[in-house]
Structures are given as C-alpha cells and as structure tokens.
C-alpha cells in the first residue's frame, strides 16, 4: 500500500485543516487508517483512527471533540478534520494503514505504531498563537 498525505500548512489558532490521506496499491485487506503526529525529538503520537469495517473511530484524549477522522471508500482517500486548532497541534502528520482487526472493545490497540505496516510521506501543520 502506498500512501500519499497532503492538506498541512501554516493556520492560525482557532483556525480548521484538513489533512488528506490517498491510499493506492494493495489496499485489498486493509482494516484500518490512522493518524500520527510527530515533533522533533519526541516520539511519534498517535492521534485517530477509523475501522473501515464497523466506521467506528477512536482518538487520543489530545484531539478530542476538535479533530474527525473519516474515510471516502470510493476515492480510497482518509481524511484529518482538524478544527479549533492550537499551538500544540504544529508537528509533522503521519497517515498509516494496517490490515491488523482489533475488537471495538480493544481500539486503544490501534495506538501503537508498530501496528501499521503503511505510513505516508508526512505533511507539515503549523498552528500559530
């Protein structure tokens, strides 16, 4: 699976971006995709993801009510809904897929980095104050 994100840029706080995530190659199997941010010298964060087959979505407490994560299936694209931004939110953004199932029971799993197989290129959010 190849993966191509793109939508980052320079916002204001307060302000709204959307992060696109278009997946193309073997994606036949994939379960889920998510969204990791990283700054420098810290480890990558996980931020959201979305479980293709029950469209159930989970998220770190950090993006909580501010961020939706969902998917397009007929474009096979992902998205970032990010909103109410703030200073914090500036890193680099990360899209990855993993054809992994974790029960809904178990979506705090998905947090892990380790269980994607597919990350994107990075596409660079900077939220001024």
């Known amino acids: 699976v190849q993966l191509q994100a793109s939508g980052g840029g320079l916002a204001q706080a307060g302000a709204s971006l959307r992060l696109s995530c278009a997946a193309s190659?073997?994606?036949?199997?994939?379960?889920?995709m998510a969204w990791f941010r990283q700054v420098p010298e810290k480890e990558r964060e996980f931020v959201a993801v979305?479980?293709?087959?029950?469209?159930?979505?989970y998220y770190s407490d950090s993006v909580k009510g501010r961020f939706t994560i969902s998917r397009d299936n007929a474009r096979n694209t992902g998205y970032l809904q990010m909103n109410s931004l703030k200073p914090e939110d500036t890193a680099v953004y990360y899209c990855?897929?993993?054809?992994?199932?974790?029960?809904?029971?178990?979506?705090?799993?998905?947090?892990?980095?380790?269980?994607?197989?597919?990350w994107g290129q990075g596409t660079q959010v900077t939220v001024s104050s």
């Open positions: 990855a897929t993993t054809s992994t199932r974790f029960a809904l029971s178990a979506m705090s799993a998905y947090e892990q980095s380790d269980v994607y197989g597919s």
């Open positions: 190659g073997r994606t036949f199997g994939t379960s889920a």
């Open positions: 979305f479980r293709y087959n029950s469209g159930n979505s």
